[in-house]
């Protein structure tokens, strides 16, 4: 007789967004918890049939249902291990409805018991996607750094960082000219003791993109499961810039910052490219006038609005420096999934000085700013949100000060080299 589990969800990972350094760490003490029926047990080996769950909620973009895809094909992979009632099990063949596991210990539990199974995070390394006929080659960046964006937000798994793959991307291009008998993906997976190995394909046809996803077990090299996603992709709103941005206003045009004129409450400041000084010896950089008159409270600063998904870097870096001493700020503005007019805002704070002067942030020290909760985010024409940075829904940069926190109150500040860091 075959020895049978159902299998049913009973606390899935609850899903709130791309959450800062704090909600990560919680994310990653979550296990996905299953129950079972034990309906036979013959030796150390079992073979369970598996019943999976619907997911409770419907993807709000084919991103989204395609990481949810990606979730639900790899709860079990062969060699790889999980716990039946706190009992180890060696999981050693899985297909669509069949499932085979050696226990580590006999007697742990016995035909008819409930048991619960708890499902460890797996560690996926996500490979350049391709793009095959088609002009746009950026398509498969945007959409590698959307799903990846996902995949962290799931809960389920850990997700490699980019950096880590450079150092294997030549031997990927070496196993798939025939020079090496090893496959691409399984030599990835050895190098960075990955779980899973996720691969694709884009291709156009009439306007929609047809996207194959592979997703290998390192232990294997066999595809655990083939996805294939026909569609328009992103809607031209939501594209995001993944770039590292690089800014050293020695050009011409500068569309996504904010030039000329601005307003500050009933202050005025005022934002232009400076063609007599710049960092490192330039000769160019971004300049802030200000001239707080009315109120001390109000501030002044650069911003740039492009929508970009940030998610692929630990920080930004830029030069900057004051007429004088100055405390200044950097914020991210993220919007959130649900509703785009909810606005988060996370600041960090900084010192300006005389010379021009480095400044390095990681998106990890960014707090949440009280002052957009108390009234910020109405000034801005939005509402505040939950308060978690998405670095994959930025919608602005800005970095700038306040009258209140300054001991002058008129004066210039110039930024200069302005990019994200990996």
Known sequence: MKFKLLVTVLL??????????????????????????????????AEIAVRYAEPTATPETFVAELAQKVGSKAVFVEGGRTEINGVPVLIDRVTKEVLVVKAEKGGAFAEGDSVSISVPKKTIAVVDFEVINAPRSDMAKILRESLTSELVESGQFTVLERAKLKPVLDEIKLSQSGLTQESSETMVGKVLNADVILTGTLAETGGDWTVNLRIVNVRTSQAIAAIAYKSSLFKPSDLRDTSLLSEDFEGDSFPSWNLGYQSSGEDHYKVSVDRSTGAEGSTSSLRVDFDFIHDMSYFANATTYTKRDLSSFQGIEFYVKGTEGLNAYVNLLSSQPDDPNKINNRVAHFE???????????????????????????????????QLLRLNRIEAVRVGLMGRHLPIRKGTFWIDRVSFYR
């Open 12 to 45: 899935p990972i609850l899903l709130n967004g791309c959450a800062g350094p704090g909600a990560n760490l919680e994310k990653a003490r979550q296990t996905l918890f299953l129950t079972g029926t034990v309906l036979k047990i013959q030796g150390s080996e």
């Open 352 to 386: 300006m000085s005389p010379e021009w002067r480095k400044i390095r942030i990681p998106f990890d020290s960014f707090v949440v700013g009280r002052s957009w909760i108390n009234g910020g985010a109405k000034k801005f024409g939005a509402q505040p949100g939950d």
